[in-house]
């Protein structure tokens, strides 16, 4: 079996971002040394955000040049050996600050198109994603010749309104999106929600000015995140076993998620309600344990699309993606890879 893999590099967006070395670095240099039992590849979704931020700060503070040099030297380790380097937004960090070696973050600009929608400025998405692929190319040419940015991985998934960032993928030669997670409705939280429930649910499709809505002569690419439907009886045993043998799995996280902002404490008529209903979720190791990852495999197609965190990875992730490798004789490629496979931009 093949299956395309994409990971979001980046760090947590809570109030505890965690660092550098535990959510980046050392997890994906693990990763990768796995990957290179069956010379798999995997696509790098690098948020980009952060490191330019970084860069702004970096000359009045050591501790983030250190990791702006740390990021640098990772990337071009991964993209050297042959690892699929893509763009990754998560814009809050551009009010974000670095005070007392830790981030005070600010979430007004969480969604991209925040950017024109907060300050009704318009040409300010084009201008900040220009400097991004900037960014990304710079860095990346010096390995990779001929390297250009062609693919993109909203933060939060937060793609729409499309309409508003049509203009600049045009302008920049983006033309493949990978944010949808057909069948997934997350909360309705202004900030954070998203509700994808009745997109296309195909390996790929093209579209205009909405992913909703395929078009055969769409000039942009939608390559979804492979997402499993679970019933009801297999969620109850899930969240059983989740509660019970693996009660510890996301124990001493390096960093917290964004529960703060828009947590609502939940009844045990809600708990209950979520153990006994049938749900929709992304493939991915996230979070998951053996059990849950097996039957994400047997319910998924050949190159679905796997998505990971490196800031979520456990020893336990990296024994199961050896496992997949070692001895279910797995090939994890990148997206650039499938793109070309599917001959999708030909």
Sequence with gaps: MTIVLTLD????????TGNVDDCMIEPVRELASILKLNDSKMTIFWDISHYMRLQELA??????????????ESILS????????????????????????????????????????????KGVILDYLQKAVFTMEEVIKPVIPGYKVTMFRAGGYLLEPFELLIDAFKELGIRIDSSILPGITYN??????????????????????????EDINGYFYEIPVTTVKIPAWKNFIFRIQRKTVYRNLNKNLPGSSMNHVYYKKLTLLDRLFLMLKPVTVQFTLDSNFTGQVKYFLKKSPEYSVMIVHSKLFRQLHFQIMKKLITQQNIKFISLKDYVCKEQILE
């Design 78 to 121: 991964l993209a050297g050996a042959g690892h699929d380097i893509q763009m990754h937004i998560h814009s809050h960090w551009i009010n974000s600050d670095f005070v007392n070696d830790s981030w005070v973050l600010n979430y007004d600009f969480f969604r991209l198109h925040n950017l024109e929608l907060k300050t009704a400025k």
């Design 9 to 16: 590099y980046e760090l947590f967006l809570g109030e505890q």
């Design 59 to 72: 000359p009045g503070n050591k501790k983030c040049r250190n990791d702006l040099e740390k990021i640098k």
């Design 188 to 213: 309705n939280h202004e900030l954070t929600g998203f509700d994808y429930k009745n997109y296309p649910q195909k390996p790929y499709y093209r579209f205009n000015n909405s992913p909703k809505t």
